[in-house]
């Protein structure tokens, strides 16, 4: 039996894809161990081409060719597929390091955690940047979530492996961005054990121009996604205060860093509607809806604010 299923969906990335699979063919851990499912979105590009090529080459690589239905759906495609006792993901403009699978999978039996997580190293065509959630992964160490939420912030499925028996019943939700948000916090609050590898073994590109991927591109939109992702966390989950201030203060970084000002009141009118509705569901009581309504207003204008300040002394120098 194969040991780690890495499920890789593919939409119009046929440029990338070489170096994608090129980094599971050097993989240190033995390639016949790793359980390579692809998952073609419905492609319009060559990477078909390109994906039957390594298929060729590799007659136990899975391929699930379909028409297009988004990035959710391929990665619930592949871990419907999957057989192993451990699964990653692998976005297809990506690539990992040649000691990523041998490294976390050592990690994950010697210590029993439900998850791995590397750092993930952001890059573009004028070099690397690491990652801003570097500095939760800083040493080797095992903890559980409950002691240690600040690593919610590492919220990327990627640079993670999952022991099958986590995630088997945790699904992406469709047809929405920013679908990591509900799988992450899924994992972490059902998980028992987390350990930590201070290594870049995830390589995540940063698309330039016109070739930025769906979720570089930022809108009031993509933000309404982003709350649905918590909401259905707390419709399965109920209330975890953690969750609900990290949320809180997502939101308002994200409307402040990346919403055009016409969007910004539109989307602060947005919270208010979140957080009534987890009031609505009984998720909040009274006294904690309004205790974060007068919160997150308050963390929006202080960040609003220093916000300001920073732009007017960058613009001074």
Not at 47 to 63: G, Q
Not at 67 to 81: K, M, Q, Y
């Amino acid at each position: 039996m194969k040991k780690v299923s890495i499920i890789i969906p593919i939409y119009n990335t046929c440029e990338y894809l070489t170096q994608c699979f090129n980094s599971i063919e050097e993989q240190t851990f033995s390639i016949s161990d790793i359980e390579v499912i692809i998952v073609n979105d419905g492609s319009t590009d060559n990477s078909l081409e390109i994906i039957k090529k390594f298929i060729k080459k590799h007659s136990d690589w899975i391929l699930v060719n379909r028409e297009n239905r988004g990035l959710s759906i391929s990665r619930n495609d592949g871990l419907e597929i999957a057989t192993c006792p451990y699964v990653m993901f692998l976005d297809s403009d990506d690539y990992l390091d040649r000691n990523a699978v041998k490294s976390m999978y050592a990690a994950a039996v010697k210590t029993g955690a439900d998850i791995i997580i590397s750092r993930l190293n952001g890059f573009d065509s004028k070099g690397f940047y690491g990652y801003y959630s570097d500095k939760y992964i800083d040493k080797y160490d095992s903890f559980s979530y409950k002691s240690n939420k600040k690593i919610l912030k590492a919220i990327s499925v990627c640079s993670k492996l999952y022991k099958w028996e986590l995630v088997e019943n945790i699904r992406f939700i469709p047809n929405v961005k920013h679908e990591d948000n509900y799988f992450t916090l899924m994992a972490y609050n059902l998980s028992n054990l987390i350990t930590t590898i201070p290594e870049y073994y995830y390589y995540r590109r940063y698309r330039e121009g016109e070739k930025k991927s769906i979720t570089q591109k930022l809108s009031l939109q993509s933000f309404n996604d982003l709350m649905l992702n918590y909401e259905y966390f707390f419709d399965n989950l109920g209330f975890e205060k953690y969750a609900v201030k990290f949320s809180l203060r997502y939101f308002n970084n994200y409307i402040i860093n990346n919403l055009s000002s016409d969007k910004k009141n539109e989307a602060k009118k947005s919270i208010n509607h979140y957080l009534l509705n987890l009031y609505n569901k009984n998720i909040l009581t009274k006294r904690k809806y309004f205790a974060y309504h007068i919160y997150t207003n308050i963390y929006g204008l202080l960040t609003e604010i220093f916000s300001r300040i920073r732009s007017c002394v960058k613009y001074e120098k």
